[in-house]
């Protein structure tokens, strides 16, 4: 049976299972800023103490007044005192309150920043198959859209329970006096409320977790409609409305259960609230019973009187705390488990391999997708050597990125070894080893940076360094149409951002390449379908170039056009993750095989 969206098991083992993080979020927000920390504690100290000093100045002041009107000589200055300490005490107690709203509001603003710097950073730690894993964006998206809010939010209510057990234990002390029962009858009227209120917090918490992936197609589909790289299409083919009727259906969808809930929520915390209005009005009624009697003056019945209902408003609360930490609890669960997001062991520290010679070697190497039941790649072997090209032929979806990806370890075999220099290539420290390679990969990015950071984004070692960006673009051809933008180097790419250009595909692969050109120690170059937006006479020219470039490097070539495929010292075709022929061109053309057969059929296209 399908578990409901808002079925979140049993109450009080939730309840006080879920507390175990709210310690790790009051660390978080003392390392975050112990300065404000500690004027947030001092304040909510003190502001928890002056309402019950409010009151008995209260009781001072309405008992002096009836002092004076019963005595021949009233004494009017003592009154008058009593009101200006009253005023006095109101006046700190509002500088508190804004002190500590002022205390929150920058935490939040530096808690935030830190909460999503966490988020970001484990990012960075990820390997490649998590980001191609649907239920790991699950936890991304839950962790970033309530997490970084959520830390500040329960200390907050940490210290507002703290102000409010301080205000409630004055306020005991004063109700004591009239009778131990009152203050009975205070704690317990706020009971029936709190339970409803963390049962509907669970539930919603609940509800926020099942949800993920529509809220997650949500901002895909705002994606879709808004964006300048997918708006062509939207516009062109008139999914725009098919789009935004989609979008709207996950919003009746996820209205509906809020609607339910908010419902069911807010009926139910009207009704228990009752009770607590019951039992306030009953207090009254004995308060003033008592007054009548003259068991207690005006002044002590004015004071009970606002004792109970700024207590009962105190237990409501600290109820309403407690729960809403509960709540935090739970939405910190998400920020945690997705810290607590496994990542592979790097134990690569090698910075060389002992036989330069070698170069690149596969040995029996097949890889699956996580999740898939068939292999990306079989029993693949190759060998490629210093100074030698290797170019990959097959059709889409035969093997050749993925080839790629495992070269550059952004994934790691599923079977068997390969090795760079004699070494396994698990054993090279990551850095070391994406240090000797440059690549451009089909979907390579396009970032609305400027000219410069684009290309030097290539060697982070030297990202702003301009020399070697004009040395990068100079090789990959890129320099002749940058000189010709008015800023140069300087020019904002893109149209996100003010004064941005645009790039015609052609230009943007000039521009990647430009970039795998910034690694001048890389001595593997890799290349991706790196022409596929140029026109023949720049795919020709740039072959041309990148050959002389890279003629004692190892280099790698995937490309759909046989005029560059052809040049390469090997080629290997690859069709279902297996390596069905390789040999050189006339090699191949002379085994009238697969290859022969593709190179003819293109041919055929240019006659």
Known sequence: MTASPTDSGGLVPRFFGVFRYSRRAVELVWSTSRRLTLVLALLTVVVGILPAAVAYVGQLIVDG???????????????????????????????????ISASESLLRAQLGHRVNVMILDKALTLPLTSFEDSEFYDKLTRARREASSRPLSLVKRTFGLAQNGISLISYAALLFGFSPWAVGIL??????????????????????????????????????????????????????????????????????EDRRLTLRRDSWGFALGLISTAAFYGAYVWIVL?????????????????????GQAAVAASLTAISGMYEDNLYLSNLYEYLAYPVPPDDGTATYGPEPQRGIEFDDVSFRYPGSTENALQ?????IRPGQSLALVGENGSGK?????????????????????????????????????????QDFGRYQFSVGENIGAGDVRHIEDQGRWAAAADTGMAAPFIEDMPDRYQTQLGRWFEGGRELSGGQWQKIALSRAFMRSDADILILDEPTAAMDAASE????????????????????????????????????????????????????????????????????
């Open 65 to 99: 007044v009836v002092a004076a009107i019963d005595a021949p000589t009233p004494d009017t200055g003592a009154v008058i005192r009593v009101v200006i300490l009253e005023a006095a005490i109101v006046a700190v107690l509002a500088a508190g309150q804004r002190g």
């Open 401 to 441: 990125t993925t080839l790629i990806k495992l070269l550059t370890r952004l994934y790691s075999p599923s079977g068997g070894r390969i090795s760079l220099d004699g070494r396994d290539l698990e054993e090279w420290d990551l850095g070391a080893l994406h240090r000797r390679i440059g690549v451009i990969f």
């Open 290 to 310: 008592a007054t009548i009697d003259g068991q207690i003056t005006l002044g002590a019945m004015t004071m009970y009187l606002m004792l109970f209902r700024q």
């Open 379 to 383: 029993n693949v072997s190759l060998r």
């Open 187 to 256: 704690v317990l009227a706020g009971l029936p409320s709190f339970f409803a209120e963390a049962k509907f917090s669970g539930d919603a918490f609940h509800l926020f977790r099942w949800r993920s992936p529509d809220s997650r197609m949500q901002t895909y589909l705002e994606t879709l409609i808004a964006r300048e790289d997918s708006v062509k299409e939207v516009k062109l083919y008139q999914l725009g409305p098919r789009f935004l009727e989609r979008y709207r259906g996950i919003f009746r969808k996820l209205f509906a």
């Open 540 to 607: 020709v020219a740039i072959f041309d170039h990148f050959r002389r470039a890279s003629r004692d490097k190892i280099t790698i070539l995937i490309s759909h056009r046989f005029s560059t495929v052809r040049a390469a010292d090997h080629i290997i075709v690859i069709e279902h993750g297996e390596i069905v022929e390789r040999g050189s061109h006339d090699d191949l053309m002379a085994q009238d095989g697969q290859y022969a057969n593709l190179f003819r059929l293109q041919a055929r296209g240019y006659q």
